[in-house]
């Protein structure tokens, strides 16, 4: 079983930076894409981006393409999300997870944390 925790989420006025850190525990996540996704108030959850079990490939949402930058560290079983200019409309939980399907797809047995607010201020 893995079980995923999130941290760096915070309070930034727009144009402002945040990094999000999610942190996998139980059994090694090396072998699974990992992303993140977010869910703003009243709507649903988005993906925002992924990376690759390597680390050699990331995909991006259109809404955050050139602002994020997602990585990850296999030894330390942990995957980043480096978040630039932020925009209030980026406020949301965001969520770490394990496991695709497809490029943007969380699986149906996909290992998901609790999640990590964001709230961009104008």
């Known amino acids: 079983q893995v079980q995923l925790v999130e941290s760096g989420g915070g309070s930034v006025q727009a144009g402002g930076s945040l990094r999000l850190s999610c942190a996998a525990s139980g059994r090694s996540v090396s072998t699974y894409n990992l992303g993140w996704f977010r869910q703003a108030p009243g709507k649903e959850r988005e993906f925002v981006a992924r990376i690759s079990r390597s680390g050699g490939s990331t995909i991006y949402a259109d809404s955050v393409k050139g602002r994020c930058t997602i990585t990850r560290d296999n030894a330390r079983d942990t995957v980043f999300l480096q978040m630039n200019s932020l925009k209030p409309e980026d406020t949301g939980v965001y969520y770490c997870?394990?496991?695709?399907?497809?490029?943007?797809?969380?699986?149906?047995?996909?290992?998901w944390g609790q999640g990590t607010q964001v709230t961009v201020s104008s």
């Open positions: 997870v394990a496991n695709f399907i497809g490029t943007t797809r969380a699986a149906p047995d996909a290992y």
